[in-house]
């Protein structure tokens, strides 16, 4: 018995201890190979699935190295059938290649001939497959490229794309390193350095950096490196501006050069930023903005927060397989399991943060998370027990109680800019009327939303009510303290994106405070069992407090 | 001269005999009655052929030299002869291992006689027929082809004039076995090459270019053995000579190889080959207790051909997370360890016998789960290594089409048992951790018992993978506490190791050697856990049984192997406060067991259950009693004989009782009040449900390894038997020398009354002898009417009887007087 940190357990999850000495070491060696799941405080929990030991094989790594740092670390005997699993499972990669032939075209190639005969009889790959060349290559058609790769990965045979990519039309696009319009010099921080090198060598695929990373600076790279024509796909248009200001600070690029294709401008250049809500919107039941992906011949598409690419734009990535594909996302995991898509329509993982890096971003607890439980009225309870089971979380949620506990709370911190997130309007407006704040919510206009966001970072506005639409990809970097009164748990990853924005390590190291207001006994405490088991996965500190602390007076403290 | 095996086995030292029953011990069942009957079975087909089976491919060879160097016409052959055939070959086997194995083959007797006059039990040729896969000689086929063999020159010639096809057809002959079968009108499609083939009739099975063996019989080459019809498939035979010339190269044994084939895999870090097998053996145990729990939960219905549904598996197999065919090897391991067993099905429609049962868990299951986890891995492993199943059967199809089931009689193969010892003997025997390759296995026992091998090899890549999966193997080698256990079972089976019964060991609870092995390699048991603020309980290995009782009732397991990972919920921690425990009990369980501190999400939880439990109160009854009439209850309440029903007032109109309502109605009854019984709607009828366990069955552990393997004797009864043997040989020779009058009894007079005056002086005779205490030869009718005698000494004359005493059998014998014939003194 080793005594390792690890313990290998039969459902495939890996359990290590971080208090061991050989923690870090042994992260290291399976980083590579597993999926961090949950990483509370002590034991964090990693998982091995087929996915993530095939992106260690494209990443070079073998099964041998994956079962000998299994066992050099393991406390217990591991057991022989989950080795012989993930040798087997890891060997099941590459045996078929996508390959370009000088003579035949996109082929694709067997290591393996019984391989490639069980596939070719699959039915899935029904009319994928062209005629057969010789007893190791059968041709495929370029428009199949992308979905023989989706159905290879079904089959558990995953295809190695080896058959290289367009050039794209030229564009010189150069990384200002050396400061622009007067701004101060600046170098590409080393693990980006690498993660650009890494997605190159290996063509297409992912690139995995932790919140606040500096992903865009990983995209920027990669165009200077392709100097090609480049599609950017964002979530939503603020984070497409986002990306346009440090595009035009960061590298050569001037404002005419990039456009933005958005509900609101329709611009093609040779940078273009596009929206996947654009994208995905329908009208009489076709995609009627499909044109951009042939609007020009693009040299490198950029995929920004892959974890939440929706389906259609799959679809379409399935016929951009000639095209460089860069992935950039802070977590693989997606809501929907289509982790399959990612690898074999982007590409495998290329590059994860070095475990340091994630710690400097402070996995230890960087924000307090309170939970302040409020005890309703009588009369509140009484009409909570009638109501509808529909409108039970409505009415847990926006209980008028919530209030003073809320202002008490952001008198708590007269100092630190303040958000109230809320998913009811009504109650949003309540709030903002009793706090006396701004509101953001979904009818308000994207100037008015800037003007407000940029008065808020100024700080001439200390406290602003948001509503559903702060979810996802605003930027409120001195956003301290955040009070979330009512939302929709719906997945984990809405959560993890609402949170992850207010919860950035500060500037100035100060501690950030996350407070939910929860109405007691109710479901909304239900809703927020979820939130504490994902926050305390996710290795933030979580404590629970009754309404009365924070109304209360404070109570003398000792020290 | 001749000698027959029956001299020559007389004329052995007893310790030589004894030495032949030790080898072949299939001799003795039942003891032969003298050496002629020991002769016989030693030369009988079945005991030769068992006699075979065990031979390696070398001896085998090595008796094949000694059949084919037989003297034409004496039918006996020299060692030296062995010897020289043995050593034509291009690499020749060392002199010393060609007598070695001479050796053993006649210490077996399947060789016999002087060095110089060896004679082969002639059985050996009825179980194989071709020595050395080659083909008999021309002289007794075909008189035309020995004249061609006769001729040296001429067959070769004849041989390089073949066609490639037919060329290739007499080298897989030559390379044996040298008979094979060609389809009908072979024979008959013109020969190769002949001037009319081309125009050939395609449907008459030759190719349209003529036959290859149409060509090979016409040049005396093969001989066509069948005497069937010309449209029958036919048989055709490589004659002797034919074969030894195409094996010129290769010598005229074939390859000969003194020792096992070597295993070419570099051997395996033996730590990392126990750590692979003991975590196996982890998963095995708890695989194989969540499967009964299973079975306890929802047990599988037995089908009426036998054994259980592939639907039950399926479903077992999901609920359980394991593949089919694992879930069925543990199914049939269980159960062949007694660890579950049939039951009838309650509420069983039928009358029928095993009409309708399911399978259960036994009551022996609850000792099993009792037990360490190393001991209950070698109760399994146990099992697995002596049950007559071959599991890799079930999922397929039988002969008639049909699936064969798990625990069903189809997949029942008594051979089972000795086909798992073959294989991991294999690797028993070489290096420790050597992890050889399944073909190189193959070819191991295909090397150590040819004939035994042959056609096994599924079965033996079925043991294989299942010794991995049961983590008896770790990667691919033997783990040391697999090959403890092997070792035990072998030596147990072995009663002149141990005939007092000493080293008594899986019955008296004490933990055998491979079990304390294999202790050694899994983790040991922990008393805390880390929680943590995700209200996860991670066990850092396994629990020990206190810890695992107290996780068990307050939090829910999530994953397990190694270590557990365990989760508090609101649900788990109301469970744990209905189980008794209180709110300070919990904040102190998990301050005393944890080794972190704990998180303050997990005390509020645990304090905000608290608060809520108890708000609401459920009791159970078994029955309760209600009446609008108050006074009515008081009054039952107040009754003096009820009071064993120990009646408790709920509401000034209820009664209930901790009793079932039928006590309740029978009590109130017998005391004169009238009760009504209600019906259930609404009642608060509580009933647990009953655990049931089918009746204890008797594990097949108990049982030997291989229920067809003959016993082996010890020494000191084998040498009782050989006096046994010898004692009936003598008395079978002493009843040859019976003198003639007495021999010949009554038929040696025509059959005709016998003469009064012989009777008289037989009886003078056996008067004369039981007064000198002589032996006397007697010859009498017995109760049949056939005439027989015996060798006696009288004791008495009286009462129209003799009573005399057998020296063989030491027997006191009555013979009634008027039925002996003739008496004569022995010399």
């Known amino acids: ?272 930023i596009a929206t996947y809500q654009v994208l995905t919107s329908r009208r009489g039941g076709a995609f009627t903005h499909l044109d951009l992906f042939g609007a020009r011949d693009w040299g490198l598409v950029v995929y920004d927060e892959v974890h939440l690419l929706p389906a259609p734009i799959f679809r379409f990535t399935a016929d951009l397989q000639a095209r460089r594909r860069l992935g950039l996302t802070a977590t693989l995991v997606r809501e929907d399991g289509r982790e399959g898509d990612v690898f074999s329509l982007i590409g495998p993982k290329r590059y994860d943060a070095p475990w340091k890096d994630i710690e400097s971003q402070g996995w230890i607890a960087p924000a307090e998370c309170v939970e302040v439980r409020v005890t309703l009225t009588d009369a509140e309870r009484m009409s909570y027990a009638t109501a509808e089971a529909e409108e039970r979380y409505r009415m847990a949620a926006t209980a008028r109680t919530k209030l003073p506990v809320v202002k008490a709370l952001v008198d708590r911190h007269p100092e630190d800019q303040v958000l109230v997130i809320g998913a009811y309007i009504d109650q949003l407006h309540q709030i903002g009327e009793y706090l006396d704040a701004p509101i953001v919510q979904g009818s308000t206009t994207n100037k008015e939303r800037e003007r407000l966001f940029d008065a808020f970072r100024t700080g001439e506005i200390r406290t602003l009510v948001i509503s559903k639409v702060g979810n996802f990809s605003i930027d409120l970097p ?82 | 001269m001749t000698t027959s095996l029956a001299d020559h086995l007389r004329s052995l030292p007893d310790e030589s005999l004894a030495a032949l029953l030790q080898l072949r011990p299939d001799l003795v069942v039942p003891v032969p009655a003298d050496v002629s009957a020991l002769a016989i079975r030693a030369q009988s087909r079945v005991s030769v052929a068992r006699a075979l089976d065990g031979l390696d491919q070398f001896t085998l060879g090595i008796l094949d030299a000694a059949r084919l160097t037989r003297h034409p016409d004496e039918g006996t052959t020299a060692t030296d002869a062995v010897l020289a055939m043995a050593t034509t070959g291009p690499h020749p086997p060392a002199p010393t291992a060609v007598r070695a194995a001479v050796n053993r083959l006649r210490a077996l007797f399947l060789l016999y006689g002087p060095e110089h006059a060896l004679h082969v039990v002639p059985a050996v040729d009825e179980v194989s027929p071709y020595p050395a896969g080659l083909g008999r000689p021309a002289a007794e086929l075909d008189p035309r082809t020995a004249a061609l063999c006769a001729d040296p020159a001429k067959l070769r010639r004849t041989l390089l004039a073949a066609p490639p096809s037919a060329r290739a057809i007499l080298d897989r002959l030559a390379a044996g076995p040298p008979v094979g079968s060609v389809p009908p009108g072979a024979l008959q499609a013109p020969p190769i090459g002949a001037q009319d083939a081309v125009l050939a009739d395609p449907t008459n099975g030759g190719a349209p270019t003529g036959s290859p063996v ?78 009964l729990e299973q079975l306890a939960a929802e047990p599988a219905p037995v089908l009426r051909s036998g054994g259980i549904g592939v639907r039950d598996l399926r479903r077992l197999a999901r609920t359980a997370g394991l593949d089919e065919p694992t879930t069925a090897l543990l199914l049939e391991v269980a159960y062949a360890a007694g660890l579950a067993g049939e039951l009838e099905m309650p509420g069983s429609t039928t009358g029928r016998y095993g009409a309708d049962q399911q399978v259960l868990p036994t009551g022996g299951y609850e000792v099993w789960r009792a037990a360490s986890l190393a001991q209950r891995w070698e109760h399994l492993a146990h099992a697995w290594l002596t049950m007559t199943r071959q599991v890799g059967l079930v999922g397929r199809r039988d002969d008639r089409d049909r699936p064969i089931t798990a625990l069903s009689a189809e997949a029942e193969r008594a051979g089972a048992p000795a086909t798992r010892r073959a294989v991991l003997g294999v690797l028993a025997d070489l290096e420790p951790a050597t992890a050889p390759t399944a073909e190189e296995v193959q070819a191991l026992l295909d090397w150590r018992a040819p004939r035994r091998s042959r056609g096994r090899e599924a079965a033996h890549r079925e043991v294989l993978a299942e010794a991995a999966q049961l983590g008896v193997t770790g990667l691919g080698a033997l783990t040391s506490y697999g090959r403890l256990l092997l070792g035990e079972l072998t030596s147990a089976d072995e009663p002149g190791g141990d005939p007092l019964g000493l080293h008594v060991d899986a019955e008296s609870g004490d933990p055998s050697s491979a079990a ?151 009590a109130l009854r017998d005391a004169g009040y009238a009760p009504v019984q209600e019906d259930g709607t609404g009642g608060t009828m509580l009933s647990r449900p009953r655990i049931r366990r089918a009746p204890a069955r008797v594990a097949v552990t108990t049982r030997t390894l291989d229920p067809l393997a003959a016993p082996k004797l010890p020494m000191p009864r084998l040498l009782g038997v050989v006096e046994h043997i010898r004692r009936g040989d003598a008395a079978a020779r002493a009843a040859r020398r019976a003198p003639a009058v007495v021999r010949g009894g009554a038929a040696g007079l025509g059959g005709g009354p016998v003469p009064a005056h012989t009777h008289s002086e037989a009886l003078a005779v056996l008067q004369q002898a039981v007064r000198d205490k002589a032996l006397v030869w007697v010859g009498y009718v017995d109760a049949h009417g056939a005439t027989a005698s015996r060798l006696v000494k009288p004791v008495s004359i009286g009462a129209g009887y003799l009573r005399a005493e057998d020296e063989r059998t030491e027997m006191l014998h009555t013979f009634a007087l008027h039925r002996i014939t003739a008496a004569v003194l022995a010399d």
Not at chain 1, 21 to 29: F, I, K, T
Not at chain 1, 485 to 509: I, N, W, Y
């Open chain 1, 1 to 272: 018995m080793s005594g390792g940190p690890l313990i290998v357990q039969s459902d495939k999850t890996l359990l290590l201890e971080i208090d061991h000495p050989d923690a870090q070491a042994c992260r290291m060696a399976i980083a590579p190979f597993a999926e961090l799941e949950r990483s509370p405080e002590h034991v964090h929990t990693y998982r091995l699935t087929p996915l993530g030991l095939w992106n260690a094989r494209a990443a070079g790594h073998d099964a041998e190295g994956v079962v000998d740092s299994l066992i050099k670390y393991s406390r217990y005997p591991v057991p022989h059938a989950l080795l012989v699993d993930v040798a087997e499972t890891m060997d099941r990669y590459g045996r078929l290649q996508l390959a370009n032939d000088p003579a035949h075209g996109l082929v694709l190639r067997a290591l393996d001939r019984l391989v490639l005969i069980e596939v070719a009889k699959s039915k899935k790959l029904a009319g994928m497959l062209g005629d057969k060349i010789d007893d190791d290559t059968i041709r495929v058609h370029p428009s199949e490229r992308g979905r023989l790769k989706q159905a290879l990965l079904k089959l558990g045979w995953p295809a190695e794309d080896l058959a290289g990519y367009v050039d794209g039309e030229a564009h010189p696009i150069e990384l200002a390193e050396a400061g622009k319009d007067g701004r101060k010099p600046w170098t590409l921080r080393s693990y980006q350095r690498e993660a650009v090198e890494a997605f190159w060598a290996g063509g297409s695929g992912v690139v995995v950096l932790p919140c606040g990373a500096g992903k865009t600076l990983v995209g920027a790279a990669a165009m200077a490196e392709a100097k090609a024509t480049t599609l950017i796909l964002v979530t939503n248009t603020v984070a497409g501006r986002q990306w346009k200001r440090e595009l035009i600070a960061r590298t050569s690029l001037t404002e005419e050069e990039i456009g933005e294709y958005s509900g609101e401008r329709k611009e093609i250049r040779p940078v273009t």
């Open chain 2, 214 to 291: 149409r060509w090979l019989v016409d040049n005396r080459l093969l001989v066509s053995v069948s005497a069937g019809s010309s449209t029958a498939s036919g048989t055709v035979e490589l004659p002797r000579e034919v074969g030894l010339l195409l094996r010129r190269d290769s010598g005229p044994l074939g390859p000969l190889r003194t020792s096992p084939p070597p295993v070419a895999t570099a051997p395996r870090e033996p730590k990392a080959v126990d750590s692979a097998g003991a975590g196996q053996t982890m998963e095995v145990v708890r695989h194989t207790e969540g499967l």
């Open chain 1, 478 to 559: 001195e956003a301290a303290v955040a009070i979330q009164v009512s939302g929709t748990f719906g997945s984990r990853q809405e959560e993890a994106q609402r949170l992850g924005r207010v919860l950035r390590p500060k500037a100035d190291g100060r501690q950030a405070h996350f407070y939910t207001v929860v109405s007691r006994d109710t479901i909304d405490t239900e809703y927020a069992a979820h939130r504490q088991r994902f926050l305390a996965e996710q290795g933030y500190a979580y404590t629970i407090v009754d309404a009365d602390d924070v109304l209360g007076p404070k109570l003398p403290t000792v020290d």
């Open chain 2, 516 to 666: 304390r092995a294999l202790d050694a390699l899994l983790p040991a048991p922990v008393d805390h856990f880390l929680v943590q603020a995700d209200l996860t309980v991670v066990v850092p290995g396994p629990p020990e049984p206190a810890l695992a009782a107290e996780l068990e009732a307050t939090t829910e397991p999530e994953s397990a192997g190694g270590a557990s990972v365990h989760r508090v919920t609101t649900a788990s921690v109301r469970r744990a406060l209905d189980a008794g425990y209180t709110a300070d009990d919990l904040h102190e369980l998990f301050r005393r067991r944890s080794r972190t501190p704990v998180p303050q999400g997990l005390s509020y939880l645990v304090d905000d259950v608290a608060r809520k439990h108890g708000g609401l109160r459920v009791g159970s009854a078994g029955a309760y009693l209600r009446s609008d009439d108050e006074a009515l209850l008081t009054e039952v309440l107040a009754d003096r004989r009820l009071e064993s029903l120990t009646l408790r007032r709920l509401a000034p109109t209820v009664l209930s009782t901790p009793y079932q309502v039928s006590r309740l109605l029978g």
